[in-house]
């Protein structure tokens, strides 16, 4: 777990870090747009990343002027361009890997190749 994901925060902290009411953070988590962690004692624990996210949906909804459901969306293809983005950076490195083993088998295989040259004549000057 990254140090932004690290659960830090209780609902009345993270709230006046946005600038919402801790009512509001409930109805985000009802709906689905921010999840964050439990303790054992089912304390409500908001991460650096979920604030940064109860930014997002204050700005989509203060900004934009989108509804909740509107929120959803954005948040839903934001979510979906974010496990894109990693899963085209995996197989990019796998393709580098690929990439780099092939490249050690040719030179590994490969021999200069050096057409055959034609003999070269002498001349030969007579001595007096």
């Known amino acids: 777990m990254?140090?932004?994901e690290?659960?830090?925060y209780m609902i009345s902290v993270a709230a006046e870090l946005v600038?919402?009411?801790?009512?509001?953070?409930r109805i985000y988590e009802q709906r689905g747009l921010v999840n964050p962690r439990r303790t054992a004692g089912n304390t409500r624990l908001y991460s650096d990343a979920d604030v940064e996210r109860l930014r997002l949906i204050q700005r989509l909804?203060?900004?934009i002027g989108l509804n909740l459901a509107g929120v959803e969306r954005v948040l839903h293809m934001e979510d979906e361009l974010d496990s894109l983005r990693l899963r085209m950076e995996r197989m990019e490195q796998e393709m580098r890997r690929s990439l780099d083993e092939v490249h050690r088998y040719y030179r590994r295989?490969?021999?200069?190749?050096?057409?055959?040259?034609?003999p070269t004549?002498?001349?030969?000057?007579?001595?007096?």
Not at 19 to 25: A, E, I, K
Request: aromatic share 2%; glycine share 2%.
């Open 121 to 128: 004549v002498r001349s030969e000057k007579k001595r007096t």
């Open 6 to 8: 690290h659960p830090r």
């Open 2 to 4: 990254s140090d932004i």
């Open 19 to 25: 600038g919402m009411h801790p009512q509001t953070l």
């Open 109 to 118: 295989d490969l021999v200069l190749y050096r057409p055959p040259q034609p």
């Open 61 to 63: 909804t203060t900004d």
